[in-house]
């Protein structure tokens, strides 16, 4: 079946610093590419969507480059705030809606 | 636009006990998924729905869980004898057919 790679764990960073969350997935197919945030007690929020032509999606400051060749997704911003401190999922679906997450990464962004 | 909801927001238990959780999506969102989301782990889905229909329930463990959407609106989502092993967020998904989904706030259940 499907998987989601993604780094693991805690990624502690400075404000101002850039972000860089990496995901690589599997399939025996060409899936779309997510990435979901969740804040502490909150519900996952779709970050970004990857797109059929190659466009690179943004969002609050946000970006990833779906790369087929290496299977990668890797989420991206060039200086993190405090507000970004959440957890991360990267997740694979295709046609059939069916959405395959990663274990997530959590993000900390200090001052 | 209302968002999906989800009752209780949080449940405690003991094993063996039956539990249910409600889960009220997007007006018009004809897909409803649940997931189970261990503590420290991504969502993993369980089951989905196309309006009333279950059209993957494969990852529902049949002996203990069970889950409906009559109408294709609200949909239930059932433990019968819980285990400290579902410990874990359940959460609730709707989205309009294959598009994004949108995901409730959650319910978090503690099996003692």
């Known amino acids: 079946g499907d998987s989601v790679t993604q780094t693991e764990g805690l990624v502690t960073l400075t404000e101002g610093l850039p972000v860089m969350l990496n995901c690589t997935y599997q399939?025996?197919?060409?899936?779309?590419l997510f990435w979901y945030v969740q804040h502490l007690n909150e519900a996952p929020k779709l970050l970004l969507k990857?797109?059929?032509?190659?466009k690179r999606p943004e969002h609050q400051g946000f970006h990833a480059t779906l790369h087929k060749s290496s299977s990668s997704f890797h989420l991206q911003k060039s200086s993190a705030q405090l507000s970004d401190s959440a957890l991360y999922y990267c997740?694979?679906?295709?046609?059939?809606?069916?959405?395959?997450f990663g274990k997530g990464t959590k993000l900390s962004v200090k001052s | 636009e209302a968002g999906v909801t989800q009752s209780p927001r949080y449940a405690v238990l003991q094993e063996g006990q039956a539990v249910s959780f409600w889960c009220d999506p997007i007006?018009?969102?004809?897909?409803l998924y649940w997931y189970q989301q261990p503590r420290d782990q991504g969502p993993q889905l369980l089951v989905y729905?196309?309006?009333?229909?279950?059209?993957?329930n494969s990852q529902l463990p049949s002996d203990r869980f069970s889950a409906v959407r009559p109408k294709g609106t609200n949909s239930t989502l059932k433990i019968q004898s819980a285990k400290q092993g579902d410990t874990a967020t359940y959460l609730c998904?709707?989205?309009?057919?294959?598009?994004?989904?949108?995901f409730g706030p959650g319910t978090r259940l503690l099996v003692l």
């Open positions: 997740a694979s679906g295709g046609s059939n809606a069916k959405l395959t």
């Open positions: 399939s025996t197919y060409s899936p779309f």
């Open positions: 990857s797109f059929t032509d190659n």
């Open positions: 007006s018009g969102h004809d897909t």
């Open positions: 729905f196309r309006d009333e229909a279950v059209i993957d």
């Open positions: 998904a709707s989205a309009p057919g294959t598009d994004t989904q949108y």
